[in-house]
């Protein structure tokens, strides 16, 4: 029961360096999100996707990229890291909320911890 | 302004003892849903327990509950009974219907730091 994976779960970058990091969940989920998480700060919003194919903005997009050519999966890019990107990043996933039962809770991987010197 | 507010950067409680983490929030939208999250120090975000904006009672999750005062834009977490695994980082987190239509974004606090004393 694999839920929400992230991979890697470790990182580090020097500046001006591009990665990929991938997100998949095997529970047929239509939403996902990227998070990232910095001291004192919570998590905030990087991008998410409300389907295959799609893609959208969050709170904090500059400096990623995202793609979700299949449903569960869902890619985090930084193309030329830089030292402020050094954060712990989250993916979430949650189905699709028939009426009546919108809320349902996004279910998060276990983060990806990335440092760029 | 901040959406997500938690006044407590960190907590502490006796063991056995019941807590309350506070947690308001700031929407206009007439619907919208509150979440909490536990993120204990091996890093991982642990859904509690959720409330909507149109319950008309409080939510409960075993020792978890809720207590939603809408007039207030207030939504605490109460943790009855505390255990040492209670030991963690406690987010709320607000979902916002007008905040882009059916994408179901959630706006996160910044967290209270739980500490579970023996």
């Known amino acids: 029961n694999a839920g929400v994976t992230q991979t890697p779960k470790f990182r580090v970058l020097k500046t001006g360096q591009s990665m990929t990091l991938l997100c998949a969940q095997d529970?047929?989920?239509?939403?996902m999100y990227w998070y990232r998480q910095d001291p004192g700060m919570g998590l905030r919003l990087i991008h998410y996707?409300?389907?295959?194919?799609?893609?959208a903005k969050g709170e904090v997009p500059d400096g990623y990229n995202v793609s979700r050519l299949k449903k569960q999966n869902f890619l985090l890019g930084l193309e030329s890291a830089a030292p402020s990107q050094t954060s712990v990043y989250f993916c979430?996933?949650?189905?699709?909320?028939?009426?009546?039962?919108?809320?349902?809770?996004?279910?998060f991987g276990d983060g990806t911890r990335l440092s760029i010197l | 302004a901040q959406k997500i507010t938690q006044t407590q950067p960190g907590m502490f409680v006796q063991e056995k003892e019941a807590v309350t983490l506070d947690c308001t929030y700031d929407?206009?939208?007439?619907?919208?849903?509150l979440f909490w999250y536990k993120q204990p120090s091996s890093g991982e975000m642990i859904f509690l327990i959720y409330?909507?904006?149109?319950?008309?009672q409080n939510a409960t999750e075993g020792r978890y509950s809720l207590n939603f005062q809408k007039a207030r834009k207030s939504a605490n977490l109460v943790i009855s009974a505390s255990q040492l695994g209670d030991s963690a980082m406690y987010f709320c987190a607000m979902r916002e219907t007008n905040s882009g239509g059916s994408n179901y974004k959630l706006t996160f606090g910044k967290g209270t730091l739980l500490t579970v004393n023996p």
């Open positions: 979430a996933s949650r189905p699709f909320g028939e009426a009546g039962s919108e809320d349902q809770p996004q279910h």
């Open positions: 929407t206009s939208d007439p619907s919208y849903g």
């Open positions: 996707s409300v389907g295959e194919g799609t893609t």
């Open positions: 529970m047929n989920h239509e939403y």
């Open positions: 409330q909507g904006s149109y319950d008309q």
